[in-house]
């Protein structure tokens, strides 16, 4: 079935890259891209179904975040974890391909956080297809808060940044996007009436592309608005799916050893698309501890310290949590009674209009640094 699936995936993709972009072809563009989004669900479905995923891929996920290394095989996935999580991983080195064959977790100690990170095996072309061990290791790029990009120098100090275009479009099919978020869209579907359109700003698609390209995607009935501008199609079919996963990613550009290119940080940053990167040597161990600053950094995590009512604050043993948590992401951390028997909290720090302030709501936002005493019902 999934060979069949890809077939025709591979079909669309072909007919996709012939077709001239202007007005009079873009129903039809929209169409094909409505048709290869659905196709590509169907194909995450059956990789997600089947079992039997492989000894090393049922991860469970632990710590205060997960990052999982993906890139092609023997890049230094993992010299680079080893040397991270200080040798406390089973996962194998040797400089030769495909020395991973399992997903590898280890934990990373930084800032008094625990991060999780994931080794997995070497990415190939086709992994989001299912080709090679790529249904298992999607499938764990799925689950993780930060996706950090592996690519190298190569043995003749030359370095092939179309490695990390590859990568991108893997994860892209297998419907991760990277570095982006949803678009603020509105849909309200109704039992009749067709479909209506209203916006807020300068649009790319009009009434009529919008119109056919909800019904390609199943949805004939609805009341539909853009509240922002320049929404594309592509981002209208990622909302109707539903299923995309939005997150970040870190370029790490290893075996600077090897490197015998002119290349300057602007020349990198242009390359990668952002200057969300840092090279090192895991061979030489250069620049091992500022990427471990770099993930705690990327992962925007903050630090909360409890004090227990009538006693001295735990400034020994923070409780981390992400930038944007509320009273009730900390309460569940601690305990799921501890939203139920929730009564306030009292909070010294940056969260708070004066030391000590009182706060009955759950969805009030802390901040890093907040000394928090949480008072349950009696």
């Keep these: 079935m999934s060979e069949k699936i890809q077939e025709k995936i591979e079909e669309l993709e072909e007919r996709l890259a012939n077709t001239k972009v202007n007005k009079a072809t873009q129903k039809s563009i929209n169409?094909?891209?409505?048709?290869?989004?659905?196709?590509?669900?169907?194909?995450?479905g059956i990789a997600s179904s089947k079992k039997g995923g492989g000894k090393g891929f049922g991860i469970k996920k632990t710590g205060d975040a997960q990052v999982a290394f993906i890139g092609f095989p023997s890049v230094g996935?993992?010299?680079?974890?080893?040397?991270?999580?200080?040798?406390?991983?089973?996962?194998?080195?040797?400089?030769?391909?495909?020395?991973t064959i399992t997903a590898i977790p280890g934990m990373m100690d930084i800032e008094d956080a625990k991060i999780q990170l994931i080794d997995l095996p070497g990415i190939i072309l086709g992994a989001a297809a299912g080709k090679g061990r790529g249904k298992e290791v999607i499938a764990a790029v799925r689950s993780a808060e930060l996706i950090l990009i592996l690519i190298c120098f190569r043995e003749?100090?030359?370095?092939n940044f179309d490695d990390l275009t590859k990568i991108?479009?893997?994860?892209?099919?297998?419907?991760?996007?990277?570095?982006?978020?949803?678009?603020?869209?509105?849909?309200?579907?109704?039992?009749?009436?067709?479909?209506?359109?209203?916006?807020k700003g300068h649009q790319l698609m009009d009434q009529d592309e919008i119109k056919a390209l909800m019904i390609d995607l199943g949805v004939r009935n609805a009341g539909i608005y853009f509240s922002e501008p320049d929404i594309t199609a592509d981002q209208l079919i990622d909302f109707i799916m539903?299923?995309?996963?939005?997150?970040?990613?870190?370029?790490?550009?290893?075996?600077?050893?090897?490197?015998?290119?002119?290349?300057?940080?602007?020349?990198?940053?242009?390359e990668i698309g952002?200057?969300?990167?840092?090279?090192?040597?895991?061979?030489?161990?250069?620049?091992?501890?500022?990427?471990r600053h770099r993930i705690f950094q990327e992962l925007n995590l903050i630090k909360i310290y409890l004090k227990p009512p009538r006693?001295?604050?735990?400034?020994?043993?923070?409780?981390?949590?992400?930038?944007?948590d509320n009273l009730e992401t900390l309460c569940r951390k601690i305990h799921k009674r501890f939203v139920a028997e929730y009564r306030y909290s009292l909070i010294?720090?940056?969260?708070?209009?004066?030391?000590?302030?009182?706060?009955?709501?759950?969805?009030?936002?802390?901040?890093?640094?907040?000394?928090?005493?949480i008072y349950l019902k009696r």
Excluded: C
């Design 274 to 291: 952002h200057n969300h990167w840092v090279m090192i040597s895991a061979k030489n161990r250069e620049n091992i501890n500022a990427l």
């Design 168 to 199: 991108r479009k893997e994860v892209y099919n297998a419907s991760i996007r990277l570095n982006t978020r949803p678009a603020r869209i509105v849909i309200k579907k109704h039992t009749k009436g067709g479909v209506h359109f209203s916006y």
């Design 156 to 159: 003749d100090g030359t370095i």
């Design 31 to 44: 169409f094909t891209k409505a048709s290869l989004a659905k196709l590509r669900n169907d194909l995450i």
């Design 242 to 270: 539903g299923n995309r996963i939005y997150t970040k990613e870190f370029v790490v550009i290893n075996k600077s050893d090897l490197a015998n290119v002119d290349l300057s940080p602007e020349d990198i940053t242009k």
């Design 311 to 324: 006693q001295e604050a735990d400034l020994d043993e923070p409780i981390i949590l992400h930038i944007g």
């Design 348 to 373: 010294w720090g940056d969260s708070a209009k004066h030391p000590g302030q009182k706060i009955v709501n759950l969805s009030h936002v802390i901040k890093d640094g907040d000394i928090i005493s």
């Design 77 to 99: 996935k993992s010299s680079l974890l080893n040397l991270l999580t200080e040798g406390r991983t089973d996962s194998k080195v040797a400089a030769y391909d495909f020395t």
